[in-house]
């Protein structure tokens, strides 16, 4: 290439690659999980899209039903094309079987990128605590949160490094979690 078109080639190409500002703060470590369907499921199969986690189990009666139903609010603000996947990890795997996590999607999913998954409660308990840096543990003394679980949103880019951390109980949770998501789907 001829030295008078490089310069605006790489001014061509800066222009096109987009980098959020928003911090790059954990990489989600890999785990095998399994899904509501019954499917191993690996951490790193996320990876390509943009992937909003929570914690929650499916007997919760404190702060899960309103996760859900943010959950459920942030799915319908994200176009149905776009390259993002929800995913619900429970945090009670002993009580929340695949079938248990399949009976609560068809109340709960409403959005097909939408997928619950159980596993191995230590797994769990590690990919919480130590891969998101989230609460997570044994019971508690709350008759309505049987089992210590963030109320966090955390969305990773699509290399699996986790962006952002936000309250799904806040008022504002929808529109905070999808500006997140759309920023970094403009990402290369």
């Not at 709960?108 to 797994?123: S, Y």
């Not at 490094?161 to 949770?173: C, G, L, Q, S």
Request: proline share 6%; aromatic share 8%; net charge positive.
């Amino acid at each position: 290439m001829p030295r008078r078109l490089l310069l605006p080639a790489f001014l061509l190409a800066l222009a096109c690659h987009h980098e959020s500002d928003l911090p790059k703060l954990f990489p989600i470590p890999e785990a095998r999980l399994v899904s509501e369907a019954g499917k191993p499921v690996k951490m790193s199969e996320m990876k390509g899209r943009v992937v909003v986690y929570d914690f929650i189990f499916t007997h919760c009666s404190g702060t899960c039903p309103m996760m859900t139903a943010t959950m459920q609010k942030l799915t319908k603000k994200i176009p149905k094309d776009a390259p993002v996947r929800f995913v619900s990890i429970s945090v009670d795997p002993i009580r929340d079987t695949p079938k248990v996590l399949r009976d609560y999607a068809v109340y709960a999913r409403n959005d097909p990128r939408w997928m619950f998954l159980t596993g191995e409660r230590k797994t769990i308990v590690d990919l919480s605590v130590n891969g998101f840096k989230l609460a997570a543990g044994d019971a508690t003394d709350s008759a309505n949160e049987s089992v210590l679980h963030s109320v966090k949103f955390a969305v990773a880019d699509k290399k699996g490094v986790i962006r952002d951390y936000y309250a799904a109980t806040n008022d504002d949770a929808v529109a905070h979690v999808a500006g997140v998501v759309n920023e970094l789907l403009r990402e290369d």
